[in-house]
């Protein structure tokens, strides 16, 4: 079984930035995918941004240009970096893994203020 303990929620002024982590611990054989994904009130989840086991990333074009996903291989640790947020970059944020199977964080608030 692995776990996944995210961190770096928070509230934030238009504008601003903030950065999450997740890290992954537990029975670990080799992490494939670790992305974001976001879901707002009201809305369905929704691909933020993703980066492979290599350093190949993908994000949502809402948010390209403004957020970086980056990975520490040797700790199991995916990041998002958040950068000129938007009153709609406002949701809980989710991290989640592809290893032997799927696994999801318990989920981070974001809240960005106008």
């Known amino acids: 079984q692995v776990q996944l303990v995210e961190s770096g929620g928070g509230l934030v002024q238009a504008g601003g930035s903030l950065g999450l982590s997740c890290a992954a611990s537990?029975?670990?054989?080799?992490?494939?995918?670790m992305g974001w994904y976001r879901q707002a009130p009201g809305k369905q989840r929704e691909l933020v941004a993703q980066?492979?086991?290599?350093?190949?990333?993908n994000y949502a074009d809402s948010v390209k240009g403004r957020f970086t996903i980056s990975r520490d291989n040797a700790k199991n640790t995916v990041y998002l970096q958040m950068n000129s947020l938007k009153p709609e970059d406002t949701a809980v944020y989710y991290c989640?893994?592809?290893?032997?199977?799927?696994?999801w964080g318990q989920g981070t608030q974001v809240t960005v203020s106008s």
């Open positions: 537990g029975n670990i054989f080799s992490i494939n995918v």
């Open positions: 980066i492979t086991s290599s350093g190949i990333a």
């Open positions: 989640r893994i592809i290893e032997r199977r799927l696994y």
